[in-house]
């Protein structure tokens, strides 16, 4: 079982609604929490533990053999992301930076004059999880900094969570609506969409919805920060697109000082009203996935 959750825009409260989704499961199941916002991975900060278990993210660096290189011009002209830059008479010259590790340019070579190297991007981390009792595993997906290609980093990511056997695991994307969250998304059972009662956050929300339709994937919109806007203009979109509001979460000083804790409020204040709502979250997505 993959359950994903996405906010569209950063900052609505996805990695929030996710860690503490991820405390209620692990109670009563085997689990892996995948944090795939490999630009911004805080799942960790909100758990209040450090990363472990660092494994590099490697992708494919063409090197150029100039003796073998007949200066065909094939390997810049398949190169789409301006990496293999091409002098005037022919000559490649690689641009690292630029380079996503697609292999086109090896394929396209007539002479295999391009031979692969490697270059490291990011990284994995693999954290045991241990709170108040309860315990699961932790994956989280680093980029570089100054690194632009974001796709290798989130597969990576991914099959080294899916690669851990679990009943459930849970997706934390990162914002926007990009082919990485696509990449995020896909086999997932359920999608959680967080957004927030505000202009931007319909929008990105639209988007959400948008993708998980085109993805064909059952999605529930949770919403945060909830009184601080009008919600009708939400309520007809998650109509429009046969979606449906579960929850709808209250800002609260609580949360905030969770934050400061390190802490997931189902753990920090355990009876409070904003525990209760991430009860009637799990409980709601564990009655459809039974209905299924």
Known sequence: MIISVSGGKG?????????????????????????????DPNDHILLGVKLENREPINIMLPFVDYKKCIKCRACGNVCDTGAMLLSPEGIPYVIPRLCSGCRACYYVCPTKA???????IGYTYLT??????????????????GEEHTPPAVIAA??????????IHLIDT?????????????????????TEPTPLGLHDL???????SLMKIKTFIV???AGIGPEDDHVKLSRQYGSEIIARIPYSRDVVES?????????????????????????????????D
């Open 11 to 39: 900052g609505t409260g996805k990695s929030t609604v996710m860690v503490n989704i991820a405390i209620l499961l692990a109670q009563k199941y085997s689990l892996v929490l995948a944090d795939l916002d490999v630009e």
């Open 114 to 120: 391009i031979e692969e190297g490697k270059r490291t």
């Open 128 to 145: 045991n999880v241990d709170m108040d009792g309860i315990s699961f595993k932790l994956v989280s997906g680093e980029l570089i900094e």
């Open 158 to 167: 991914k099959e080294r969570a899916l690669n851990i056997d679990a009943e």
């Open 174 to 194: 990162s914002a926007g609506t990009s082919n990485t969250v696509a990449t995020a998304f896909d086999n997932s059972k359920i999608v959680l969409a967080v």
């Open 206 to 212: 639209e988007l959400i919805l948008k993708l998980t």
């Open 223 to 225: 919403i945060n920060r």
């Open 259 to 291: 934050y400061i804790k390190g802490k997931p409020i189902v753990l920090y204040k355990k009876d409070s009203k904003i525990s209760q709502i991430f009860y009637d979250i799990v409980n709601y997505l564990e009655e459809v996935v039974n209905d």
